[in-house]
Structure formats: structure tokens, C-alpha cells
């Protein structure tokens, strides 16, 4: 359980003592309880901000893991499940799979990235002021690299899913394999 809460804070708040974190969030945790009992201030309005950027900073580190992590976890799957098998689809199959592949995918792609890529942008700004900190410099290469993937997908997936999508299935072009090969 202290592993978990280590790895949880650190990740999270990007804090490297378990128990600091975990009291300092019970503490803030309190003093927002507190306030709303209470009906008075217990801290001054710039703690209350910077509660606010704190709350901000764990919902948008979370939304970066998760989607990330929800991209990766397909690709690692087509990797793992269907490359092996997709050289040995006939030409039509291949092109059927693979045109239905991309509608589903086309649609759902765009929206992990692209809200990967906001999340990471809205962490580095709410992190500026801790530029070099551990917990900065991550979150810029995993927002770079995510710029990177999509940069890469549109000068690269993009005009050859828009060239499968133009052939037809039941008279699939004969050099499928070499077009759509490694």
C-alpha cells in the first residue's frame, strides 16, 4: 500500500515523499471542508487559486495518462493481435478490414491525441512557475512526443488511409502488399 501511495503522490502531484502528500491533501482537503461548514474564509483568497491550480493540475495530468494511455494500449494491440495476421488476408479482405479500421479509428484517433496534447499544454502552463522541476520536464516530453505522433500521422497515416479508402474491395489493387507493406 506505501508503494502504491508513493507512486500515486509522485505521479499525481509529483511529490517524492508519500506521506507529505497525502497530508497535504488531507489538510487542503480540510480547510476546503471547513470553508464550506464555516461560510468564512479559513485562507486567503491566493491559497484558494492556488488550491484551484493544484485541483486543476491533478484533473489534467489524469486526463494526459488516460488518454495516452488509451492510444498506446490500441496500437499495442493492432501490434500485438493483427500485424501478424494482416500479410496473410487476401487483398480484398485487407482492404475491407482495413477501410472499416479506419472509419472506427479515424473518428476515435483524433479525440485521445488531440485531448492528450490540450491536457499536456494545460499542466505545463499551471506547472511554468516550477520550470525545473522533475515534474515539468516530463510532462513537456510526453506533450512534445504527442506532438510529435501527430505531426508524424498526418504527414504519414493520413494520405495512405486516404488512398486505401479510394480503392474498392471487390477489385482491390494488385500491388496491395507492396502500397500497404513496411
Known amino acids: 500500500a506505501l508503494d502504491s501511495a508513493y507512486c500515486s503522490c509522485s505521479l499525481l502531484f509529483g511529490v517524492r515523499r508519500p506521506v507529505g502528500a497525502l497530508a497535504h491533501l488531507k489538510n487542503n482537503l480540510r480547510n476546503l471542508r471547513n470553508l464550506r461548514i464555516a461560510g468564512t474564509p479559513k485562507f486567503s483568497s491566493s491559497a484558494r487559486i492556488l488550491y484551484s491550480d493544484f485541483q486543476m493540475l491533478t484533473i489534467s495530468r489524469f486526463i494526459q495518462i488516460l488518454l495516452t494511455g488509451l492510444y ?5 494491440a493492432d501490434r500485438i493481435g493483427v500485424t501478424p495476421i494482416r500479410p496473410q488476408l ?31 499544454i494545460v499542466s505545463l502552463i499551471l506547472l511554468r512557475k516550477s520550470y525545473r522541476s522533475v515534474a515539468f520536464i516530463l510532462t513537456g516530453v510526453a506533450t512534445v512526443s504527442t506532438l510529435a505522433v501527430i505531426i508524424l500521422t498526418r504527414l504519414i497515416n493520413v494520405p495512405i488511409n486516404e488512398t486505401l479508402m479510394t480503392w474498392q474491395v471487390a477489385a482491390p489493387p494488385e500491388n496491395v502488399a507492396r502500397v500497404t507493406g513496411p
Open 72 to 76: 498506446t494500449g490500441l496500437l499495442v
Open 90 to 120: 487476401p487483398p480484398s479482405s485487407f482492404v475491407l478490414y482495413q477501410q472499416q479500421l479506419h472509419l472506427t479509428f479515424g473518428k476515435l484517433m483524433p479525440v485521445l491525441l488531440l485531448g492528450s496534447l490540450v491536457a499536456g
